[in-house]
């Protein structure tokens, strides 16, 4: 952990190379949006704050929303649901996301086809979950529905996806909507990088960009020009 010393009002923290991602090309501020984005698209088709939350958390899990994403090592998993390889992302029988981007004439690794298909798969099959997912009682239960249900996951880790959904709602959702979560946050901004939650006035390294950022009040504000002149003093 780089420990930095800063004249500026917020207090400096490091995040690069924290995580496995790499530098990805995306800003700490595009994920954020990304997640945002999809949150939103959601609540638009009629989901419940909770519901939308849920599906976001899981996705974060997936892919940190990004819809370029190659699976991890190799495998198989594309896009923002790690759609497979030979199967749901281009081979299975209208149930493909190149199939369904090239009917309509979208281009499959946008966010937007992507958020589309995920839609689509809902309604359009019912072994993906829809009913189970409007029949949830809390985002906890409709975060493990649509992990069981439209990811079909192998090493799920849960209780990771459940966090992430619970912070999608408290970020995005007010808080509000379907309850099933015992979990408080103190004001800040979510770190995409970092898998944290961070207090106000706290200043990031993304390792997405290299960049500095500062929690303001839920958003990231780009601080880079404040931090040119900051000082290396420990690494640990």
């Known amino acids: 952990m780089l420990i930095v010393a ?25 994920l954020t949006s990304n997640q945002k984005t999809a949150y939103n698209y959601f609540i638009s088709k009629g989901f419940q704050p909770y519901q939308a939350a849920a599906i976001v958390g899981n996705l974060m899990q997936e892919s940190s929303v990004k819809p370029t994403s190659y699976q991890y090592g190799g495998g198989p998993g594309r896009g923002i649901a790690q759609w497979s390889a030979g199967g749901r992302w281009d081979k299975t029988p209208n149930d493909n996301m190149l199939w369904f981007a090239s009917s309509r004439g979208l281009d499959p690794w946008t966010l937007g086809a992507q958020l589309d298909f995920i839609y689509y798969e809902l309604t359009t099959f019912g072994a993906y979950g829809l009913g189970a997912l409007e029949n949830a009682s809390g985002v906890v239960a409709a975060t493990i529905v649509f992990q069981d249900k439209f990811e079909i996951c192998g090493a799920c880790d849960q209780s990771q996806r459940i966090a992430y959904a619970q912070q999608v709602l408290y970020d995005y959702g007010s808080g509000g909507g379907g309850g099933g979560s015992n979990t408080s946050y103190s004001a800040g901004c979510w770190s995409a990088t970092y898998q944290s939650q961070v207090q106000n006035n706290v200043c990031i390294q993304s390792k997405f960009d290299g960049l500095w950022y500062e929690c303001d009040d839920g958003d990231w504000v780009d601080r880079s020009f404040q931090h040119s002149g900051i000082r290396s003093l420990e690494f640990t």
Request: overall charge negative; hydrophobic content about 25%.
């Open 6 to 30: 800063s004249t500026f009002a917020c207090s400096a923290r490091s995040e690069w190379g924290v995580g496995n991602g790499g530098d990805t090309g995306e800003t700490e501020s595009a």
